[in-house]
Every structure is written in C-alpha cells, then in structure tokens.
C-alpha cells in the first residue's frame, strides 16, 4: 500500500477525524508531519494572506516530501491535508495504477489553466491550486525540493501555487472526477470558515474542455 503522509496541525479532534477516515478507505501506512510553526509576528511580503499560516503550512508539506524522499525502495508516496475527505466510492488501489515517472498526480484541487482529459478517470494539467491531496514520485520529491528553494523568494509563494507549477512543467495529472474534497470548516490559514467549493467549480468550468 502506499505510504501516507498527512499534513496534520497537532489537534486531538481533527487528528481522530483524520485517522478514521484513512481507516474508512483502507489506509494503513500513515505518518503524520507537522514542521515547528514560525514564531509570532513572523511576516513575508510574498504571500497572499497570513504569512505565518501560509509559511507554516509550507514548512510541513516539505517536511513531509523531505521524509519521503529518504525512502528509494517506495516509489510512490500520497500527501494529505488532514481536513481531507475521500470519495464514497474510493478505491486506494486506484493509486497504485498511477505510473512512478508522473511528477505529481493530484487527487483534489481545481485547475488555474486548461486540462486534457486523457482518459475516464485522469485529466492532464497545468498550473494547479490546491495541495489538500497529491501522489509524488521518490524523484519528484527531491526534484520538488530544489525547484521550491529556487521560487519561494518569489512573488505569490504560497505552497499551493509553488507546487502547481512544479507540476505545470510537464507529465502531471489530476484525477476526475475528483477523489478528495475539503468540506466547509475552519481554515488554519485564513483564520475563518472557508467554502472552497465555488472556486474549484469555477476552475473546473473554465478549464475542462
């Protein structure tokens, strides 16, 4: 099975929601990753909203990444957010179908540029946004790490938009119809309860011919 690393705000409550969903559809072999948050009144001016929330988030998806890519005999890893829910009818050996040379394969999210549907169940993609669940490669992951340390002293450098154009640069798919969504509750980031689903409607709708 594949290893899962979920990007997990320590929190008894959501950390017992997450792990009963991951046994809802059969997950097993689940880590769970949280980088030390940076200290009060830490600010960036290159991102979007609550730099201390955005970086902290960064911070533990590539603490995540970083442990998966200490492990060359798993080719394959799947990183979570852990507010994620799963399809009804989810499958997780639908992931091991999944070809180890795809640089990242997203199970939820919405596209920022046209998608190509390649066949019932994958879209190929562009610039995504969204990182609440992807599939990456051992050799993505190290890849990934180099490409972030290059942009994120650029504009716009939050981890979902970074990721998305890792994943622009070729040989990236997204599933769809979609495995994951986030439902509607509070954001770690923007410090409110955030409905995502207007925006990944939207961005479905523009994009998917």
């Known amino acids: 099975m594949i290893p899962v690393y979920v990007i997990h705000l320590p929190n008894a409550e959501r950390k017992a929601k997450i792990a009963a969903e991951l046994e809802r559809v059969g997950f097993e072999n689940v880590t769970y990753v949280h980088a030390r948050e940076p200290v009060q009144g830490f600010t960036m001016s290159n991102m979007r909203r609550n730099p201390r929330g955005e970086f902290g ?12 890519a200490r492990f060359p005999h ?5 990183f979570i957010e852990d507010d994620v829910v799963f399809a009804d009818d989810f499958d997780p050996l639908a992931l091991l179908k999944v070809p180890t ?4 394969t997203y199970l939820g999210g919405h596209p920022r540029g046209p998608v190509e549907k390649v066949s019932d169940t994958l879209v190929k993609i562009g610039p995504w946004s969204c990182a609440e669940a992807y599939l990456m490669s051992q050799v993505s992951a190290l890849e990934f790490l180099q490409f972030w340390c290059d942009r994120a002293g650029q504009p716009n450098a939050m981890f979902d ?4 154009e890792f994943a622009a640069i070729g040989d990236s798919y997204a599933f769809y119809p979609q495995l994951t969504h ?3 509750g509070w954001s770690q980031i923007g410090l409110k309860i955030d409905d995502k689903s207007a925006c990944i409607e939207k961005g479905w709708k523009t994009n998917l011919a």
């Not at 533990?60 to 442990?67: D, E, G, Q, V, W």
């Not at 040379?101 to 990242?104: F, I, K, N, P, Q």
């Not at 938009?161 to 998305?164: A, H, R, S, V, W």
């Open 161 to 164: 938009f970074i990721l998305g």
């Open 101 to 104: 040379h795809y640089r990242v």
């Open 57 to 68: 988030c960064s911070l533990s998806h590539l603490k995540a990444i970083a442990y998966a």
């Open 74 to 78: 798993r080719p394959m890893s799947l």
């Open 182 to 184: 986030q439902p509607v």
